[in-house]
């Protein structure tokens, strides 16, 4: 499990307005890479199109290239819904699906799917998914309970096993705590770092702190004003960007001045 | 500070009594009994108690204005006449609509027996008979136009909630909206037509009553539908999505699931509301005296046109007739009731949690 | 699925269409355009059997008006005026129910009074037919009398009095009557979704409840009354049953509200002439019902004209 990702020359647009401009890089196999910028810059809707899912939303297109492991992710004949098997993501707010118990949230790329799967090999998946997102033990009585039914960080962490349990080569997390208190935070954060033994993790966030604790690469994003698209800026390994960054943008955001 | 308006500095300032509005109600009602029954004594007249009140209540909306002014100022003055006119209007309305429910129920329940339900009204012409002709011709022409127009009205909604864009999208929005306005005679007068040219003029059929049913039917359900596919967040979309779920399966086993009650309440409703329409069924189903189960051929009784035609057609024995209109309008009334009612308790029960 | 594709896209996407996806989205389309087709079967249909109405000589319709506009316009001009009448009763009763609910009673009471209008609502309209010539028409005997001795002057009123009750104004009475509920029903739902601070920032001014409705709900709720009451002046245009039940028609045009010659309406004559028509007199009804399908469509488009008109200003996102 686990491949690497190459972006080379991304635009990314809604409509007639470009959203992002030109973004390379190379993200490395059971890393984590942090996307960090101001409001509006373009790093979510980037992070999108690391698996498609900015189609979801009509009327935005991309130029250039995704790689996974060489594969080109807008090559002809590529199935968007194969690539999100491959590519998972988490999402801001904690979406369990509200009408399932948490068995069958964890269940779900498997169902939904509708492929059938025998009692013992989804027992020993839901067991195998929520361990590996730190929550077997807080529900293992109450698998049968609504998804909804337990507190914001564990639903949270029921949205990771529910990404894991497809068994994706990537996971996007697109701002996971900012719903989140303090302490679901930390859990999460203590998550990530598991997690990077055996996926390649690419997280947005707004919070530096956290980018600075959990990842080994950083990425900032940057915008000129409103109309203008977003650029990446500066990538390169978190150290250096907290603390010895090239460029000057990067330094005035990371020590709090703008942004 | 001299040029600014001068607010009174202190926080207390006349008042009523909260029981006083109460007290002057009592006496306005009192005096004006005494009125009337002074003015229908001097005239020989009956006593009017229609009068008693409305003199009252006038005498009343006087003297707490005048009351309210003089102690506490103009504004609640003004504040107070309007709770009147408020609470007023509201029990004016009251009355027609408690009248109604109360004569339907008393007139409706002297006939409300075992015999209404179990007979038809086949070679019967005085007292006797029942409706349960028409109860089964409701029920047949209901479903039928359920079963033609929740398919299309559920498909249309999730049309225009997770495919459709532009042009088309709009004009169909437009077009439900139109087809909303549709008056129920114009609906039947249009089955009629239809069936006119594949079985010649006087066409009179159950199948012919549930399309017309269905046209009023389909925007109903489409806009209900609508309504509550847009209201599952679109984040569950994307989770659903983002596990690589097809957007077929996504709908079919994400956004229907977690809509699944509101769209069954809205169903309910719609349903309630072509189960009372009178004005198509008469015109394309025509009326019967007999138990009639075939949709394709000859006339079919329903409900709704078996309480106006008793009443209409009152055949010898006046009394018998008017008693079966009645009871057929509380069956009527019980149907649209108890839908009205399940429709709320699916509601209520079977909703999942969106809220945050 | 062509024009509702996403706009071209620079890399040529070829993604392999899935069977279920293409059956479903086929089929919410087809669904979508039978609606279309449903709708304008209806207007060629309507226009289609109507039309031997218009060639005819008018000596071949029931009654041998002398022109096919001399049997519509009294129809018309009833349909017109009877509605006009009960929503003049309904729509000043529904605002102030509707008012009563949100604003006027405890919490609790509201919500079951609520459920009793959204109830009265569902009722058919057959019940309120039989209930107006069953209850309303001999209970307002007594003061229709005492309008016609006392307040006979104004045309309106003027007499000889009707003997059954029977008249236009008891028709519109039931008319108001039921389309009070559903008027209600709107004016409530968007009276409950004046925002809260709108209505704090007025109470804070010290403003009374009755300022506090002026300055914050009503300007907030006018697009909801608007559309309410176009919703009940169409449901009164198209009402059938009701008035069928209730008026005693003759083919006349006369304000007076009291007397036992009234127009009728076109539903109420479709409704009462059509299961003994014959020949081109079902194509002159079916004529009728056209004329009242363009009047209704009228007022819904011009109910719509006015809340997208005013959605921009009304703060109702």
Redesign the interface.
Known sequence: MSKRIEVNDLNVYY?KFKAVEDVSMLIEPRSVTAFIGPSGCGKSTFIRTL?R?H??I??????GQVLIDGDDL?????????????V??V?Q?P?????MSIRDNVL??V????RRISKSDADELVERSLRGANLWNEVKDRLER?G?SISGGQQQRL?IA??IA?EPEVILMDEPCSALDPISTLAIEDLIEELKQDYTIVIVTHNMQQASRVSDRTAFFNIAGTGHPGKLIEYDDTRIIFSNPSVKATEDYVSGKFG | MATTVSMPKTLTQGQLHPRTPWVVLGLSIAGAAGVVSLISMASGEEFSLVGTVALGVLAYLVMIVILSRQIEGSRKATDRLVTALVTGAFLIAMTPLVSLVSTVVILGSERFDAEFFTFSMRNIVGEGGGAVHAIVGTLLMTGTAAIISIPIGLFTAIYLVEYGRGPLARAITFFVDVMTGIPSIVAGLFAFSLFAIFFGPGVRMGFAGATALAVLMIPVVVRSCEEMLRVVPNELREASFALGVPKWLTILNVVLPTSAAGIATGIMLAIARVIGETAPLLIVAGFTASMNTNMFADRMQSLPVFVFTSYANQGVDTQAYLDRAWAGALTLILIVMALNLLARLIARFFAPKLGR | MTATEAPPQTTPLKAKQRLGDIVFSRTSLASGAAILVILALVAVFLIAQSLPALVVDPEKFIGSPPSLWDYVWPLVFGTLWSSALALAMALPLAVGIALFISHYAPRRLSQFLGYIIDLLAAVPSVVYGLWGIGVLAPAVLPAYAWLTENLGWIPLFSGPVSGTGRTILTASIVLGVMILPVMTAICREIFLQTPVLHEEAALALGATRWEMITMSVLPFGRPGIISGAMLGLGRALGETMAVAMVLSPTAIVSFALLQSTNPSTIAANIALSFPESYGVNVNLLIFTGLVLFVITLIVNSIARYIVNRRKDFSGAN
Request: aromatic fraction near 8%; charged fraction near 20%.
């Open positions: 409509g698996n899912m189609e979801v009509p009327g935005a297109y991309v130029e807008y090559g002809p004949g590529v199935d968007p819904v194969l690539v999100r098997r491959q998972g993501m999402f707010r979406n369990p699906f509200p009408t779900a790329g169902k939904l799917n509708n609504p909804a949205c529910r990404a497809v």
